[in-house]
């Protein structure tokens, strides 16, 4: 063993080696980074040990340290600035991690139909929908609303065209509601004026 190297990532996905957690556009709520954690070998050979290490924040106020070994999170709490440590058995790397209230904007959308484009069942069946977000930064959510952490009510606003056949509630839950002869489209919207993103379903309403 030569060196530890201790890298800040952007989670879930993004840019590596990120030094500044900003607000996330129409939220109170700001980034998160993972840590990456790899061990130097004298034969050039290089592991990841991110699994093995322990980490801490010396500003816990500011950027909060929750989970374990590689499922740790580093979560801006408020403005200011930590230094986190990784230690993997009596070894040590540290990055400087400042949070900022500078906002970062949402740049593209991405709506999808969980269903796929047709909903088949009774009246009152609810079919769901996922929401993609990439951000100016680099930094994406895949699947947004999987991320606990997010307030994704306050980002997105979803749309219906036909609302007496489909209707989408601020969750992005369509509900079934009647036959329509063409497709409808289901809208969704980045802090009212931002990027948007749709999808087309048939709402074919069971007998």
């Not at 749309?159 to 409808?184: C, F, I, K, P, Y």
Request: charged share 10%; hydrophobic share 40%; net charge negative.
């Amino acid at each position: 063993f030569v060196s530890l190297s201790l890298s800040l990532d952007a989670y879930p996905n993004g840019p590596t080696a990120v030094s500044t957690l900003r607000r996330v556009q129409c939220t109170t709520t700001y980034q998160r980074a993972r840590p990456a954690v790899s061990a130097s070998l004298d034969n050039g050979q290089v592991y990841p040990v991110t699994a093995q290490s322990g980490f801490s924040s010396s500003n816990a106020p500011a950027v909060g340290v929750t989970g374990s070994g590689s499922g740790t999170l580093l979560s801006g709490v408020s403005v200011g600035a930590a230094t986190i440590t990784a230690t993997f058995e009596t070894a040590q790397d540290s990055k400087s991690l400042s949070v900022v209230d500078t906002v970062v904007d949402v740049s593209t959308l991405t709506l999808t139909s969980d269903e796929g484009a047709t909903l088949y069942g009774l009246d009152d069946s609810t079919f769901g929908t996922s929401v993609a977000l990439t951000f100016t930064d680099g930094t994406s959510y895949p699947d947004a609303g999987a991320l606990a952490w997010l307030p994704l009510a306050s980002i997105v606003t979803y749309a219906s065209d036909q609302t007496s056949a489909v209707e989408v509630g601020a969750d992005g839950v369509m509900t079934l509601r009647a036959n329509h002869e063409a497709m409808v489209g289901v809208t969704a919207q980045a802090c009212s004026s931002g990027p948007s993103g749709s999808v087309s379903v048939a709402a074919n309403l069971k007998a």
